[in-house]
C-alpha cells in the first residue's frame, strides 16, 4: 500500500486554519475585508471575552443567496477570481476563499445572510468544520457572521491564546487601521456592551482623523496632499499616488504602532516602506524615534503582488527601490517645505550657535532620548564655523560622519560620508569646564591637583587591568565608591566631570538622576507611598481604541505610580493628580508613552514589566534635563544618591551612567609610561 495520500478536508481546513487564524483579530480581520468586499458601508463588530467567546461582525453589504452561502465554506471558494490572470490584477481585500472554511473549522459559526432581491435569508450553522443546519430565514439584508468558541476543538492553539486585554488591543488596532483606510463607511466596535469605536461616514480622510485621534493630534500633523509619479520602466507610463499625513519631527514615538500602511486600501506592514519613512526623517528626529505616519499608496494592480503571505499582509512591489525611493523623497521634500517647527519655540543654547547663524528654534526631544540627542548635540549649525580656532578637546564629540548629499539613504546635507569635522566654540565663549573657580595646576608630572587645600593626589597601580585608550565604559566595583570622587564642574552644562583615585570620571547628569528617581519611583510603588499633587483643572486625554483598551488594562497601575484618572466619556479620560515629581506639561505625554509602551510590549511583558516601565518613563520625565547648570552641591548630591543605587552602571533603558578615563591611560596618552 503507498504511503502518500491526499488529506480530508476536515484536516486540510485545519492546517489552513493555522495559517490564516493566528488569533481572534485574524478572524476579525478576513471577515472585515469580505464585509468591505461586499460593499459595506455600516459594518458593526462585537466582541467578548477579547474574542475567545464571541466574535460578531455585520454588514449591510450585498449579501448572498443559498447556494452562494453553502459554497461559501468550501475550500478555495470565491466570487473575486476567475482565471489565472486575474491574480495579476487583484483589486478586492480578499481573493483565496480560504477564510471561511478556515475559520469555521476551529469555531461554531453561524452565517444569515440576504441577498438584495430575495424575498427570504439564509442561516448556515457549522461547528469544527461540519453542517450542522441550514434553514430560510426573515433577515432584512447584507451579512452577519457570528463565531463563537474560537479554537474549542484545538486545545493546543487555545492555550497560546494572550490574555483578554491583549487579544481585544490586536482587534481595536486592526479595526482603527480599517477605519483610516475607508473615510465613507461606518464602524462601531463594542466588547462586552462597551463602546470603544464609533465612526461615522466622511468626505475627506481629514476628519477621520479627528474622528479617531482627536484636534490634538491632527494639529501636529502634515497633509502630504495626492502626489502622482509616472512609472516609466514600463512599456507604458504607470501611475503611482501617494497621500495621507506625517508628523511634525517634534512627534516621536517610541515603537511603529502609529505608522499606518495601506496599499490600494490594504492593510499592510512592509519592512521597505518603514525604512523609506525613516530615511525621510533622517536627522530630523533622534534614530530610535518614529514618527505618526498615515500612508496610501494607490498603483496599478498588476505593480505589486498581495500574494506573497497567508494572511495578506505583506505585499512585493514590481519595482520596490522606486517606490522605496518614491515615498522617502515625497515625505522629506513635504516636510523641507512645510519647514515644521514646534508650536512654542525652544531656546537655543549660545554654545550651539556660531555667529553669524541665525538661531533657529530647536524642537524638545523626549527625555528617554536624552543621551542620543546630546550624541547628535545639534550641532548641525555650528558644524563648520570659524575655521582659525583650535578645536576642542572632547574626543567623543569632536569628530561626526554625515551622509553623502547623493547617497539614496541620506538626506542630501551636502557632506561626504567619510568627511569629518571638529566642534569649536564661538570666540570668548568660555568652554564649560568649569572648576568652580579652581585652576588646575601640574604638580611636578606626578598627579593633578586643583590650586587648592588637601591636594588629590593620583595614583598609579604597579598592576592595572586597564581599558583601551580614550575614554570606556565603567561597569567594575569602583562604581561602588562613586560618593568619594570630588566633583570638578560641568561640560555643556550637561555632563558632570570628577575625579578619584582611579582617574577621570564623566557622568551624564540626566541618566544618573533618571536611574536614582526609577528606583526611587520603583520603592515607593512597593509601599503604597507615592506623593501626589493635585491639579486645579482635570486635563482632559483623547485616547484611540487601542490606548483605550491599554488604559483599562493599566488603570490600576497608573493609580500605583500616582496618577489619579478616571474615564470621562467615549475614549476619554480625565487626570485629576499626578506624581509630585511630573511637571503639568509633562502629564499628556508622559500618560502617552506609558500607554504605547504597554501596547509595544504587550506580546511579552509581565505585571511587573508593566510597572517597571512606568516607573522608567517617569523617571525619564522628571529627571534634570539638557543644558542644566548644577551648582557643586546639587552635583555632589547626585553622584550620593546614585552611590546608594542597586545598578549605578546604567539608566533604565540601558544607556551608560558614566564613562571612565582611567589613570593608566592618561598616563600613557602623555607617554608618562
Given at each position: 500500500?503507498?504511503?502518500?495520500?491526499?488529506?480530508?478536508?476536515?484536516?486540510?481546513?485545519?492546517?489552513?486554519?493555522?495559517?490564516?487564524?493566528?488569533?481572534?483579530?485574524?478572524?476579525?480581520?478576513?471577515?472585515?475585508?469580505?464585509?468591505?468586499?461586499?460593499?459595506?458601508?455600516?459594518?458593526?463588530i462585537?466582541?467578548?471575552?477579547?474574542?475567545?467567546?464571541?466574535?460578531?461582525?455585520?454588514?449591510?453589504?450585498?449579501?448572498?443567496?443559498?447556494?452562494?452561502?453553502?459554497?461559501?465554506?468550501?475550500?478555495?471558494?470565491?466570487?473575486?477570481?476567475?482565471?489565472?490572470?486575474?491574480?495579476?490584477?487583484?483589486?478586492?481585500?480578499?481573493?483565496?476563499?480560504?477564510?471561511?472554511p478556515?475559520?469555521?473549522?476551529?469555531?461554531?459559526?453561524?452565517?444569515?445572510?440576504?441577498?438584495?432581491?430575495?424575498?427570504?435569508?439564509?442561516?448556515?450553522?457549522?461547528?469544527?468544520?461540519?453542517?450542522?443546519?441550514?434553514?430560510?430565514?426573515?433577515?432584512?439584508?447584507?451579512?452577519?457572521?457570528?463565531?463563537?468558541?474560537?479554537?474549542?476543538?484545538?486545545?493546543?492553539?487555545?492555550?497560546?491564546?494572550?490574555?483578554?486585554?491583549?487579544?481585544?488591543?490586536?482587534?481595536?488596532?486592526?479595526?482603527?487601521?480599517?477605519s483610516?483606510?475607508?473615510?465613507?463607511?461606518?464602524?462601531?466596535?463594542?466588547?462586552?456592551?462597551?463602546?470603544?469605536?464609533?465612526?461615522?461616514?466622511?468626505?475627506?480622510?481629514?476628519?477621520?482623523?479627528?474622528?479617531?485621534?482627536?484636534?490634538?493630534?491632527?494639529?501636529?500633523?502634515?497633509?502630504?496632499?495626492?502626489?502622482?509619479?509616472?512609472?516609466?520602466?514600463?512599456?507604458?507610463?504607470?501611475?503611482?499616488?501617494?497621500?495621507?499625513?506625517?508628523?511634525?519631527?517634534?512627534?516621536?514615538?517610541?515603537?511603529?504602532?502609529?505608522?499606518?500602511l495601506?496599499?490600494?486600501?490594504?492593510?499592510?506592514?512592509?519592512?521597505?516602506?518603514?525604512?523609506?519613512?525613516?530615511?525621510?526623517?533622517?536627522?530630523?528626529?533622534?534614530?530610535?524615534?518614529?514618527?505618526?505616519?498615515?500612508?496610501?499608496?494607490?498603483?496599478?494592480?498588476?505593480?505589486?503582488?498581495?500574494?506573497?503571505?497567508?494572511?495578506?499582509?505583506?505585499?512585493?512591489?514590481?519595482?520596490?527601490t522606486?517606490?522605496?525611493?518614491?515615498?522617502?523623497?515625497?515625505?522629506?521634500?513635504?516636510?523641507i517645505?512645510?519647514?515644521?517647527?514646534?508650536?512654542?519655540?525652544?531656546?537655543?543654547?549660545?554654545?550651539?550657535?556660531?555667529?553669524?547663524?541665525?538661531?533657529?528654534?530647536?524642537?524638545?526631544?523626549?527625555?528617554?532620548?536624552?543621551?542620543?540627542?546630546?550624541?547628535d548635540?545639534?550641532?548641525?549649525?555650528?558644524?563648520?564655523?570659524?575655521?582659525?580656532?583650535?578645536?576642542?578637546?572632547?574626543e567623543?564629540?569632536?569628530?561626526?560622519?554625515?551622509?553623502?548629499?547623493?547617497?539614496?539613504?541620506?538626506?542630501?546635507l551636502?557632506?561626504?560620508?567619510?568627511?569629518?569635522?571638529?566642534?569649536?566654540?564661538?570666540?570668548?565663549?568660555?568652554?564649560?569646564?568649569?572648576?568652580?573657580g579652581?585652576?588646575?595646576?601640574?604638580?611636578?608630572?606626578?598627579?593633578?591637583?586643583?590650586?587648592?587645600?588637601?591636594?588629590?593626589?593620583?595614583?598609579?597601580?604597579?598592576?592595572?587591568?586597564?581599558?583601551?585608550?580614550?575614554?570606556?565604559?565603567?561597569a567594575?566595583?569602583?562604581?561602588?565608591?562613586?560618593?568619594?570622587?570630588?566633583?570638578?564642574?560641568?561640560?555643556?552644562?550637561?555632563?558632570?566631570?570628577?575625579?578619584?583615585?582611579?582617574?577621570?570620571?564623566?557622568?551624564?547628569?540626566?541618566?544618573?538622576?533618571?536611574?536614582?528617581?526609577?528606583?526611587?519611583?520603583?520603592?515607593?510603588?512597593?509601599?503604597?507611598?507615592?506623593?501626589?499633587?493635585?491639579?486645579?483643572?482635570?486635563?482632559?486625554?483623547?485616547?484611540?481604541?487601542?490606548?483605550?483598551?491599554?488604559?483599562?488594562?493599566?488603570?490600576?497601575?497608573?493609580?500605583?505610580?500616582?496618577?489619579?484618572?478616571?474615564?470621562?466619556?467615549?475614549?476619554?479620560?480625565?487626570?485629576?493628580?499626578?506624581?509630585?515629581?511630573?511637571?503639568?506639561?509633562?502629564?499628556?505625554?508622559?500618560?502617552?508613552?506609558?500607554?504605547?509602551?504597554?501596547?509595544?510590549?504587550m506580546?511579552?511583558?509581565?505585571?511587573?514589566?508593566?510597572?517597571?516601565?512606568?516607573?522608567?518613563?517617569?523617571?525619564?520625565?522628571?529627571?534634570?534635563?539638557?543644558?542644566?547648570?548644577?551648582?557643586?552641591?546639587?552635583?555632589e548630591?547626585?553622584?550620593?544618591?546614585?552611590?546608594?543605587?542597586?545598578?549605578?552602571?546604567?539608566?533604565?533603558?540601558?544607556?551608560?551612567?558614566?564613562?571612565?578615563?582611567?589613570?593608566?591611560?592618561?598616563?600613557?596618552?602623555?607617554?608618562?609610561?
Amino acid at each position: 500500500m503507498g504511503r502518500i495520500r491526499v488529506l480530508s478536508d476536515q484536516v486540510a481546513n485545519k492546517i489552513a486554519a493555522g495559517e490564516v487564524v493566528e488569533r481572534p483579530a485574524s478572524v476579525i480581520k478576513e471577515l472585515l475585508e469580505n464585509s468591505i468586499d461586499a460593499g459595506g458601508t455600516d459594518i458593526r463588530i462585537e466582541v467578548e471575552a477579547g474574542g475567545r467567546r464571541l466574535l460578531r461582525i455585520a454588514d449591510n453589504g450585498c449579501g448572498m443567496i443559498r447556494d452562494d452561502a453553502l459554497l461559501a465554506f468550501e475550500r478555495h471558494a470565491t466570487s473575486k477570481l476567475s482565471s489565472v490572470d486575474d491574480l495579476n490584477a487583484i483589486a478586492t481585500l480578499g481573493f483565496r476563499g480560504e477564510a471561511l472554511p478556515s475559520i469555521a473549522s476551529v469555531s461554531r459559526l453561524v452565517l444569515e445572510t440576504r441577498e438584495e432581491h430575495e424575498s427570504v435569508g439564509t442561516r448556515v450553522e457549522i461547528a469544527g468544520g461540519k453542517l450542522l443546519d441550514c434553514t430560510e430565514m426573515a433577515f432584512p439584508g447584507g451579512t452577519t457572521i457570528t463565531v463563537r468558541d474560537l479554537f474549542f476543538n484545538v486545545p493546543a492553539r487555545k492555550k497560546f491564546l494572550r490574555s483578554e486585554q491583549t487579544e481585544l488591543t490586536h482587534i481595536a488596532s486592526l479595526v482603527t487601521h480599517y477605519s483610516l483606510a475607508h473615510c465613507d463607511k461606518a464602524f462601531t466596535l463594542t466588547h462586552g456592551g462597551k463602546e470603544l469605536l464609533a465612526v461615522t461616514p466622511v468626505m475627506h480622510l481629514h476628519d477621520r482623523v479627528f474622528q479617531i485621534f482627536g484636534g490634538d493630534t491632527l494639529e501636529d500633523l502634515i497633509d502630504l496632499g495626492s502626489h502622482k509619479t509616472m512609472l516609466t520602466a514600463e512599456p507604458e507610463p504607470t501611475p503611482f499616488r501617494i497621500s495621507g499625513y506625517v508628523s511634525r519631527p517634534q512627534v516621536q514615538k517610541n515603537n511603529r504602532n502609529s505608522i499606518f500602511l495601506f496599499v490600494n486600501g490594504r492593510l499592510i506592514r512592509d519592512r521597505m516602506l518603514i525604512h523609506a519613512i525613516s530615511a525621510a526623517y533622517y536627522n530630523l528626529i533622534p534614530p530610535a524615534c518614529y514618527p505618526f505616519a498615515l500612508l496610501f499608496i494607490d498603483c496599478d494592480p498588476a505593480q505589486v503582488d498581495v500574494n506573497v503571505h497567508p494572511s495578506k499582509t505583506e505585499v512585493r512591489f514590481r519595482h520596490g527601490t522606486f517606490v522605496h525611493d518614491l515615498v522617502r523623497d515625497t515625505l522629506r521634500e513635504t516636510l523641507i517645505a512645510a519647514r515644521p517647527a514646534p508650536s512654542a519655540p525652544m531656546p537655543v543654547s549660545p554654545l550651539f550657535v556660531a555667529p553669524g547663524l541665525h538661531a533657529q528654534p530647536v524642537a524638545e526631544l523626549p527625555y528617554s532620548e536624552f543621551t542620543q540627542a546630546l550624541e547628535d548635540m545639534r550641532f548641525d549649525e555650528a558644524r563648520n564655523v570659524l575655521p582659525g580656532a583650535p578645536p576642542m578637546a572632547v574626543e567623543g564629540f569632536g569628530r561626526q560622519s554625515f551622509p553623502d548629499a547623493n547617497d539614496p539613504g541620506g538626506p542630501g546635507l551636502g557632506y561626504s560620508r567619510a568627511q569629518e569635522y571638529s566642534l569649536r566654540p564661538p570666540p570668548g565663549a568660555a568652554t564649560r569646564f568649569d572648576f568652580q573657580g579652581a585652576p588646575l595646576t601640574f604638580d611636578r608630572g606626578e598627579g593633578i591637583s586643583p590650586a587648592s587645600s588637601d591636594p588629590l593626589r593620583l595614583k598609579v597601580p604597579d598592576t592595572h587591568a586597564g581599558f583601551p585608550p580614550g575614554l570606556s565604559l565603567e561597569a567594575s566595583q569602583s562604581m561602588a565608591n562613586i560618593a568619594e570622587l570630588r566633583v570638578l564642574g560641568q561640560i555643556y552644562d550637561s555632563f558632570i566631570l570628577a575625579a578619584g583615585p582611579d582617574g577621570l570620571w564623566i557622568f551624564d547628569q540626566h541618566v544618573v538622576h533618571e536611574r536614582i528617581l526609577f528606583e526611587r519611583n520603583l520603592a515607593r510603588q512597593a509601599a503604597g507611598r507615592v506623593e501626589q499633587q493635585r491639579l486645579l483643572m482635570p486635563i482632559v486625554l483623547t485616547l484611540t481604541p487601542a490606548q483605550q483598551v491599554e488604559y483599562d488594562r493599566l488603570a490600576a497601575d497608573l493609580a500605583a505610580a500616582g496618577f489619579e484618572t478616571e474615564p470621562f466619556g467615549n475614549r476619554t479620560i480625565a487626570v485629576k493628580a499626578v506624581p509630585a515629581d511630573i511637571e503639568q506639561p509633562a502629564v499628556e505625554s508622559a500618560i502617552y508613552e506609558i500607554l504605547e509602551i504597554a501596547e509595544s510590549e504587550m506580546r511579552r511583558v509581565s505585571v511587573d514589566d508593566i510597572r517597571r516601565g512606568i516607573a522608567a518613563s517617569l523617571a525619564c520625565r522628571a529627571a534634570i534635563k539638557i543644558n542644566t547648570r548644577l551648582d557643586a552641591s546639587k552635583m555632589e548630591h547626585l553622584l550620593r544618591e546614585l552611590s546608594r543605587t542597586a545598578c549605578p552602571m546604567s539608566c533604565p533603558h540601558g544607556r551608560p551612567v558614566a564613562l571612565r578615563y582611567s589613570t593608566r591611560d592618561i598616563l600613557r596618552s602623555f607617554h608618562r609610561i
